[in-house]
């Protein structure tokens, strides 16, 4: 069984902004296998950057 990840606003704020936690996100999305996705997010949280 592999893991699976849910991102919230949180860690993609953190990631837009190399803050704490963005080295962890990106590394997870980096191993993020797009045939069998294990990391998701609402698309909600897309329009965070367009907020800021």
Avoid at 17 to 32: C, M
């Amino acid at each position: 069984m592999s893991d699976h990840y849910v991102l919230d606003a949180c860690a993609v704020i953190a990631l837009l902004n190399d803050e704490a936690g963005a080295d962890i996100v990106e590394e997870l999305l980096r191993k993020s296998n797009p045939q069998q996705p294990n990391v998701v997010l609402h698309r909600l949280n897309l329009l965070v950057r367009c907020q800021l």
